[in-house]
């Protein structure tokens, strides 16, 4: 089937794409009931929004989740799409140094797809959840194996995080989403929409510990084939001698910050199916 979708794209008009999810959206918000119930929960209590206003903000939440998984099969099949925004210096400005450094994304708008369209001379490790499909993986690494990309597999025995921090310390780029528990379940409780919630201590700790630059990038989806690319350095002003937990748990906290802010300019772009708060 997503072999199918692949070949489709090839020709299909995008707004055609698109308009074909209008229909089957609210089959996904009858049946999929604790996804739902926490997106209505974070649209009406986080957000603040009313009752109508949420259950139409949960349908343009899976609207645009539907437009974002389009767009990555679309970019599989050779489709393109514009990059806009002005923080990409940040980025290029780390990948020129020496050291290596922490890039994280989170399940905001579509990461994934700057990751295809980046050229560093940096080793870049990618941490991938292995639970994906054949497809996407094989499509994933076609993609990859035209850049200087490794696909880093989560793993149950933790092996990922070893790899990853070779990665790191032979001076190349550590990318991983920086708002989900994998495997570990260390965690720094953050403020995030008024309420503590865990994000994972791995992507923070590996920074401290090896006292290296941490980025924060969020993609945007702002047309049909445009994104916007934002890009945040964490913790630059914190004290180098700070000792790294005290280091990590601060960055953790920035990140957070960071999500939050870029969460409330774009909130159907969360795509944040259960209770994060717990």
Same mark, same amino acid.
């Given at each position: 089937m997503q072999r199918t979708l692949v070949k489709l794209f090839r020709f299909l008009p995008l707004p055609f794409a698109y308009g074909c999810m209008v229909p089957v959206i609210p089959f996904y918000m009858l049946f999929d009931r604790r996804g739902y119930q926490a997106s209505y929960r974070f649209f009406r209590h986080r957000i603040g929004r009313g009752p109508i206003h949420s259950f139409l903000s949960v349908y343009a939440n899976e609207f645009r989740m539907g437009q974002i998984v389009v767009d990555r099969f679309a970019f599989y099949a050779g489709r393109s799409f514009k990059m806009e925004g002005n923080e990409m210096p940040v980025f290029n400005r780390l990948a020129e140094a020496e050291p290596g450094f922490v890039q994280l994304g989170s399940h905001t708008g579509n990461f994934?797809?700057?990751?295809?369209?980046?050229?560093?001379?940096?080793?870049?490790?990618?941490?991938?959840? %292995?639970?994906?499909?054949?497809?996407? =993986?094989? /499509?994933?690494? &076609?993609?990859?194996?035209? $850049?200087?990309?490794?696909?880093? !597999?989560?793993?149950?025995?933790?092996?990922?995080?070893?790899?990853?921090?070779?990665?790191?310390?032979?001076?190349?780029?550590?990318?991983?989403?920086?708002?989900?528990?994998?495997?570990?379940?260390?965690?720094?409780?953050?403020?995030?929409?008024?309420?503590?919630?865990?994000?994972?201590?791995?992507?923070?700790?590996?920074?401290?510990?090896?006292?290296?630059?941490?980025?924060?990038?969020?993609?945007?989806?702002?047309?049909?084939?445009?994104?916007?690319?934002?890009?945040?350095?964490?913790?630059?002003?914190?004290?180098?001698?700070?000792? %790294?937990?005290?280091?990590?748990?601060? =960055?953790? /906290?920035?990140? &957070?910050?960071?999500?939050? $802010?870029?969460?409330?300019?774009? !909130?159907?772009?969360?795509?944040n199916f259960y209770d994060f708060w717990k």
């Open positions: 994934e797809l700057v990751g295809y369209q980046l050229r560093s001379i940096k080793k870049m490790g990618v941490l991938v959840f %292995s639970g994906e499909t054949e497809t996407v =993986m094989q /499509q994933r690494a &076609a993609v990859f194996s035209r $850049s200087n990309i490794e696909m880093v !597999p989560v793993s149950d025995d933790l092996s990922h995080l070893f790899r990853l921090n070779e990665i790191l310390r032979d001076g190349g780029i550590v990318s991983m989403p920086g708002d989900r528990l994998f495997g570990s379940q260390k965690r720094f409780n953050c403020p995030f929409f008024g309420d503590p919630a865990p994000f994972p201590a791995g992507p923070f700790m590996l920074a401290a510990q090896r006292s290296a630059p941490i980025v924060a990038v969020f993609v945007m989806k702002e047309g049909a084939r445009r994104y916007h690319v934002y890009v945040r350095q964490l913790g630059a002003e914190l004290d180098p001698d700070l000792p %790294s937990r005290k280091r990590a748990e601060a =960055m953790a /906290q920035a990140f &957070a910050a960071c999500l939050e $802010s870029v969460v409330r300019q774009y !909130p159907t772009q969360w795509f």
